[in-house]
């Protein structure tokens, strides 16, 4: 199973980015996966989670407001919109995913992660 973040970069305070995860060697369909990020001295910290069904979506609320979790099930992938963006959401940003159909923020949860993306907003 292998999960793979594309979409981070450099960015001025107030753009965006969009980040995706693509999963290959088996279906998440089902299962929730969500983002995670992890900034310069902090510990790896819930960002958002959709589950299975993309219905159902969940937001940290440092990110509510400017940032939209979607999956694509057919394409086996993951998006992460990030509006409005401020320095502070500078950090790897990581995708996870797990078999069973409830969101958690706790990531120790999570099944299976990718390697991560850089994001950095500068002031």
């Known amino acids: 199973v292998q999960l793979v973040e594309s979409g981070g970069g450099l960015v001025k305070a107030g753009g965006s980015l969009r980040l995706s995860c693509a999963a290959s060697?088996?279906?998440?369909?089902?299962?929730?996966m969500a983002w995670f990020r992890q900034g310069p001295g902090k510990e790896r910290e819930f960002v958002a989670g959709?589950?299975?069904?993309?219905?159902?979506?969940y937001y940290a609320d440092s990110v509510k407001g400017r940032f939209t979790i979607s999956r694509d099930n057919a394409k086996n992938t993951v998006y992460l919109q990030m509006n409005s963006l401020k320095p502070e959401d500078t950090a790897v940003y990581y995708c996870?995913?797990?078999?069973?159909?409830?969101?958690?923020?706790?990531?120790?949860?999570?099944?299976?992660w990718g390697q991560g993306t850089q994001v950095t907003v500068s002031s």
């Open positions: 996870a995913a797990k078999t069973s159909v409830a969101v958690d923020t706790a990531a120790i949860l999570y099944d299976y």
């Open positions: 060697g088996r279906t998440f369909s089902s299962g929730a």
């Open positions: 959709i589950r299975g069904s993309g219905i159902l979506t």
